[in-house]
């Protein structure tokens, strides 16, 4: 039945639609999945996973996707001269967030720029957060106690826990460093590894060392006699000293071999 407001048309039902109108194409931010990323100029273009709704000429309503959004400038955590960056690929969710005004200019040659256009809240203007889970793409095993970088698989993870200052890195693959100077300050430091290599002009050992293995494990130094690689200890040479006193009359014996 047509309402007496219907009829009439009130100023207040007007108002209400054009209200409800101008809303519908005002855009603030929408979940979204990844379709391609520009590692060059660091934009996506992205598939708003809501979809939209359309009023066909017969009255009825039909949901349609909204169109790609292209040119997206990621947003990667960054300040201070240091950014945290990780691969963006295709079916990543995210979120899309949209300017108030155009950002063309800006994004073109940064710095204050005024708007390119008098769009507000257009789905031509938005930035990509990747990161948001919906239910299917959830992490497993996420830490409550510690903060985490990780592979999404869990294998793999550098962690820092704020209540005892642990600091954990375990990966199931290789870890290597290239460095000018490494250096290690805290209580106890444990590498468990297949193989250790250590590769530097000078390695330098302060402090009490000792070793062990299990199965007849040796430790192995090589150098060439000649040269100048060498063991020493408190200054007696390994590769040339000599033992004094072996025969009578006094020879020593020869140097190592």
Known sequence: MISLNDRLRSPERQQDAYAVGREAMLWTALPGIVQSFDPQTMTCE?????????????????????????????????????????????????????ADRAIDFWWQSGGVQPPAETRMHDLSDGFVLVGPYSQPQVLSGVSTSAVQLRSDDGQAFFELNPQTHNFTLSTPGNFSATVKDFSVSCENFTVNAQTIVLTAPTIELNGQITGGGSGGATATFTGDINASGDVTAGGISLQTHVHGGIQPGGSDTGVPK
């Open 46 to 98: 992205v598939q708003p996973a809501i979809q939209g709704k359309v009023q066909n000429e017969d009255g009825t309503v039909s949901v349609v996707n909204l169109p790609l959004l292209l040119d997206c400038p990621v947003v990667f955590p960054r300040g201070g001269g240091c950014s945290l960056t990780f691969p963006i690929k295709a079916g990543d969710e995210c979120l899309v967030v949209f």
